[in-house]
């Protein structure tokens, strides 16, 4: 089993940044993927960000240029930096991870949540 711990959220203005960050209980080398999600009140979650064992990573349109993922191997973490945040913004961001066994099956683990609120 795979255990997720999300920190970083917090009450920001439109323009400033936050940093998410995600720790997992093992090495995080050892999991296929890693993304990030949203969920805003009244719509569906959101796809934001993701990253590979090997390190690439891909973005949602919304956030590409303002939303940096990155990995720190030592530490099992996965971080979220959010620089030019804006009203909509606001969610629950949700750390994943999707692990495949030898056996060809797929496990999906969900951090608790973190809320992010972009406000004046």
């Known amino acids: 089993q795979v255990q997720l711990v999300e920190s970083g959220g917090g009450l920001v203005q439109p323009g400033g940044s936050l940093r998410l960050s995600c720790l997992a209980s093992v090495n995080i080398f050892n999991i296929n993927a890693m993304n990030w999600y949203r969920q805003a009140p009244g719509k569906q979650r959101e796809l934001v960000a993701g990253?590979?064992?090997?390190?690439?990573?891909n973005y949602a349109g919304s956030v590409k240029g303002r939303f940096t993922m990155s990995r720190d191997n030592a530490k099992n973490t996965v971080h979220l930096q959010m620089n030019n945040l804006k009203p909509e913004d606001t969610a629950v961001y949700y750390c994943?991870?999707?692990?495949?066994?030898?056996?060809?099956?797929?496990?999906?683990?969900w951090g608790q949540g973190t809320q992010v609120t972009v406000s004046s």
């Open positions: 990253i590979t064992s090997a390190g690439s990573t």
């Open positions: 994943y991870a999707r692990t495949i066994t030898t056996w060809g099956a797929a496990n999906d683990y």
